[in-house]
Protein backbone atom coordinates (compact mmCIF):
# COMPACT_ATOMS: atom_id res chain seq x y z
CA UNK A 1 0.00 0.00 0.00
CA UNK A 2 1.57 3.42 -0.92
CA UNK A 3 2.56 4.95 2.14
CA UNK A 4 0.82 8.14 1.87
CA UNK A 5 -3.02 6.47 1.68
CA UNK A 6 -1.61 4.10 4.45
CA UNK A 7 -1.58 7.40 6.33
CA UNK A 8 -4.52 8.68 5.52
CA UNK A 9 -6.48 5.89 6.69
CA UNK A 10 -4.83 5.28 9.71
CA UNK A 11 -5.38 9.06 10.62
CA UNK A 12 -8.90 8.31 9.70
CA UNK A 13 -8.87 5.29 11.76
CA UNK A 14 -7.31 7.63 14.95
CA UNK A 15 -10.38 10.22 14.70
CA UNK A 16 -12.77 7.43 14.74
CA UNK A 17 -11.47 5.64 17.99
CA UNK A 18 -10.92 8.88 19.75
CA UNK A 19 -14.35 9.99 19.25
CA UNK A 20 -14.20 13.84 18.91
CA UNK A 21 -17.03 16.33 19.04
CA UNK A 22 -17.09 16.58 15.37
CA UNK A 23 -17.39 12.77 14.67
CA UNK A 24 -19.30 11.34 18.08
CA UNK A 25 -22.12 10.58 18.91
CA UNK A 26 -23.73 9.21 22.13
CA UNK A 27 -22.32 5.87 23.59
CA UNK A 28 -19.08 6.10 21.01
CA UNK A 29 -21.35 6.08 17.68
CA UNK A 30 -19.72 7.31 14.44
CA UNK A 31 -21.76 9.84 13.00
CA UNK A 32 -20.98 10.81 9.23
CA UNK A 33 -23.26 12.02 7.56
CA UNK A 34 -26.17 9.39 7.09
CA UNK A 35 -23.71 6.72 7.91
CA UNK A 36 -24.05 5.93 11.56
CA UNK A 37 -22.35 3.10 13.65
CA UNK A 38 -20.46 2.14 16.93
CA UNK A 39 -16.52 2.97 16.42
CA UNK A 40 -15.81 -0.78 16.92
CA UNK A 41 -17.71 -1.60 13.62
CA UNK A 42 -16.48 1.64 11.54
CA UNK A 43 -13.13 1.12 12.15
CA UNK A 44 -13.66 -2.68 10.92
CA UNK A 45 -14.50 -1.37 7.56
CA UNK A 46 -11.74 0.92 7.16
CA UNK A 47 -9.38 -1.64 5.49
CA UNK A 48 -7.55 -1.69 2.23
CA UNK A 49 -9.10 -4.02 -0.17
CA UNK A 50 -6.35 -5.57 -1.96
CA UNK A 51 -3.80 -6.17 0.71
CA UNK A 52 -6.41 -6.03 4.16
CA UNK A 53 -3.44 -4.62 6.08
CA UNK A 54 -4.42 -2.11 8.61
CA UNK A 55 -7.71 -4.24 9.81
CA UNK A 56 -5.71 -5.98 12.29
CA UNK A 57 -3.29 -3.15 13.42
CA UNK A 58 -6.71 -1.57 14.13
CA UNK A 59 -8.59 -4.53 15.82
CA UNK A 60 -5.67 -4.83 18.07
CA UNK A 61 -5.71 -1.89 19.39
CA UNK A 62 -9.07 -1.46 19.91
CA UNK A 63 -8.91 -4.94 22.08
CA UNK A 64 -6.05 -3.46 24.30
CA UNK A 65 -8.20 -0.24 25.06
CA UNK A 66 -11.78 -2.46 25.92
CA UNK A 67 -10.37 -5.64 27.53
CA UNK A 68 -9.12 -3.57 30.65
CA UNK A 69 -11.98 -1.99 31.49
CA UNK A 70 -14.76 -5.56 30.27
CA UNK A 71 -12.59 -7.26 33.02
CA UNK A 72 -13.31 -4.82 35.75
CA UNK A 73 -16.60 -4.53 35.92
CA UNK A 74 -18.04 -7.84 34.13
CA UNK A 75 -17.41 -9.72 37.95
CA UNK A 76 -18.95 -7.52 39.92
CA UNK A 77 -22.08 -6.77 37.37
CA UNK A 78 -22.49 -10.92 37.20
CA UNK A 79 -22.58 -10.91 41.20
CA UNK A 80 -25.27 -8.29 41.47
CA UNK A 81 -27.44 -9.84 38.83
CA UNK A 82 -27.53 -13.36 40.31
CA UNK A 83 -28.17 -11.91 43.75
CA UNK A 84 -30.60 -9.84 42.72
CA UNK A 85 -32.20 -12.60 40.16
CA UNK A 86 -32.20 -14.89 43.57
CA UNK A 87 -33.95 -12.44 45.64
CA UNK A 88 -36.45 -12.67 43.42
CA UNK A 89 -37.79 -16.45 44.07
CA UNK A 90 -38.02 -15.38 47.80
CA UNK A 91 -41.13 -16.93 50.00
CA UNK A 92 -41.31 -19.83 47.30
CA UNK A 93 -42.17 -22.96 49.33
CA UNK A 94 -39.48 -26.06 49.60
CA UNK A 95 -40.33 -29.15 47.49
CA UNK A 96 -37.76 -31.84 48.01
CA UNK A 97 -36.34 -32.27 44.75
CA UNK A 98 -37.97 -29.20 43.00
CA UNK A 99 -36.45 -27.52 40.46
CA UNK A 100 -38.56 -24.64 38.95
CA UNK A 101 -40.76 -21.61 40.79
CA UNK A 102 -43.87 -23.09 40.32
CA UNK A 103 -43.70 -26.32 41.72
CA UNK A 104 -41.19 -25.45 44.44
CA UNK A 105 -37.67 -25.77 45.28
CA UNK A 106 -35.45 -27.84 47.27
CA UNK A 107 -31.88 -26.24 48.27
CA UNK A 108 -29.60 -27.27 45.44
CA UNK A 109 -32.55 -26.79 42.96
CA UNK A 110 -32.99 -23.44 43.99
CA UNK A 111 -29.31 -23.01 43.52
CA UNK A 112 -29.11 -24.57 40.45
CA UNK A 113 -32.45 -22.02 39.10
CA UNK A 114 -30.56 -19.09 39.71
CA UNK A 115 -27.23 -19.56 38.34
CA UNK A 116 -28.97 -20.87 34.82
CA UNK A 117 -31.32 -18.17 34.71
CA UNK A 118 -29.64 -15.23 35.41
CA UNK A 119 -25.95 -16.27 34.12
CA UNK A 120 -26.57 -19.07 31.90
CA UNK A 121 -24.57 -21.73 33.76
CA UNK A 122 -25.10 -25.11 34.43
CA UNK A 123 -24.53 -26.54 37.97
CA UNK A 124 -24.56 -30.18 39.16
CA UNK A 125 -27.62 -31.55 40.65
CA UNK A 126 -27.43 -32.21 44.40
CA UNK A 127 -25.45 -30.29 46.96
CA UNK A 128 -22.80 -32.74 47.11
CA UNK A 129 -22.10 -32.71 44.01
CA UNK A 130 -22.02 -28.74 43.92
CA UNK A 131 -19.51 -28.77 46.51
CA UNK A 132 -17.11 -30.81 44.56
CA UNK A 133 -16.91 -28.04 41.95
CA UNK A 134 -15.47 -24.30 41.76
CA UNK A 135 -12.69 -22.87 43.49
CA UNK A 136 -12.58 -23.23 47.99
CA UNK A 137 -13.27 -19.78 49.49
CA UNK A 138 -12.01 -18.55 53.13
CA UNK A 139 -14.63 -17.61 54.89
CA UNK A 140 -13.12 -14.09 55.17
CA UNK A 141 -12.97 -13.64 51.75
CA UNK A 142 -16.46 -14.36 49.99
CA UNK A 143 -18.20 -12.98 47.82
CA UNK A 144 -21.84 -12.53 46.94
CA UNK A 145 -22.94 -15.56 44.65
CA UNK A 146 -20.35 -17.49 46.37
CA UNK A 147 -22.18 -21.32 47.46
CA UNK A 148 -22.27 -21.59 51.02
CA UNK A 149 -22.21 -25.79 52.31
CA UNK A 150 -23.32 -26.87 55.18
CA UNK A 151 -23.59 -30.72 56.79
CA UNK A 152 -27.11 -30.97 57.99
CA UNK A 153 -27.08 -35.12 58.60
CA UNK A 154 -24.18 -36.93 59.33
CA UNK A 155 -20.90 -36.01 57.47
CA UNK A 156 -22.05 -35.57 54.27
CA UNK A 157 -22.85 -32.11 52.63
CA UNK A 158 -26.47 -31.99 52.43
CA UNK A 159 -27.60 -27.70 52.19
CA UNK A 160 -26.56 -25.18 50.24
CA UNK A 161 -27.33 -21.69 49.43
CA UNK A 162 -25.86 -18.34 47.84
CA UNK A 163 -24.17 -16.15 49.59
CA UNK A 164 -25.33 -12.27 49.40
CA UNK A 165 -23.60 -9.86 51.38
CA UNK A 166 -22.46 -9.26 55.49
CA UNK A 167 -22.75 -12.58 56.42
CA UNK A 168 -25.78 -13.30 54.79
CA UNK A 169 -27.26 -15.87 52.69
CA UNK A 170 -30.21 -17.27 50.45
CA UNK A 171 -31.42 -20.56 50.25
CA UNK A 172 -34.51 -22.69 50.16
CA UNK A 173 -33.98 -24.22 53.85
CA UNK A 174 -36.53 -27.42 54.24
CA UNK A 175 -39.99 -29.01 54.19
CA UNK A 176 -42.68 -26.51 55.17
CA UNK A 177 -40.40 -23.44 54.68
CA UNK A 178 -40.08 -20.95 51.88
CA UNK A 179 -37.06 -19.67 50.48
CA UNK A 180 -35.70 -16.81 52.63
CA UNK A 181 -32.13 -14.83 53.94
CA UNK A 182 -30.39 -15.96 57.29
CA UNK A 183 -26.67 -15.34 58.81
CA UNK A 184 -23.96 -17.55 58.28
CA UNK A 185 -23.72 -16.49 62.39
CA UNK A 186 -27.25 -17.63 63.77
CA UNK A 187 -26.60 -20.32 65.96
CA UNK A 188 -28.06 -23.64 64.11
CA UNK A 189 -26.80 -22.28 60.68
CA UNK A 190 -23.20 -21.67 62.61
CA UNK A 191 -22.92 -25.22 64.03
CA UNK A 192 -23.62 -26.69 60.89
CA UNK A 193 -21.64 -24.63 58.32
CA UNK A 194 -18.69 -26.72 55.60
CA UNK A 195 -17.61 -23.64 53.79
CA UNK A 196 -17.37 -21.47 50.61
CA UNK A 197 -17.10 -22.46 46.81
CA UNK A 198 -16.86 -20.17 44.34
CA UNK A 199 -18.51 -21.57 40.47
CA UNK A 200 -15.84 -21.11 37.76
CA UNK A 201 -18.11 -18.67 35.94
CA UNK A 202 -17.28 -16.34 39.09
CA UNK A 203 -13.71 -16.47 38.83
Known amino acids: MPFKR ?13 CSST ?10 GAWEMDAPSAIASITDSS ?21 MSAGPRMRK ?13 YRRGGHEPSTGFD ?10 HSVGAALPSGSASQFHIGA ?9 GDLVF ?5 KRVSHVG ?7 FIHSPSSGKTVSINRLDEGYWAKHFVGAKRPKVLS
Open 136 to 144: TVDRTDMKT
Open 23 to 32: WAGPLGQVNI
Open 6 to 18: MTILFLFAFLAIS
Open 107 to 116: CSGFVRYVFE
Open 162 to 168: IYLDHGR
Open 81 to 93: LLADFAVTLRDIR
Open 51 to 71: SGMLLPVIDDAVAAVSAPSRA
Open 150 to 154: FRIHG
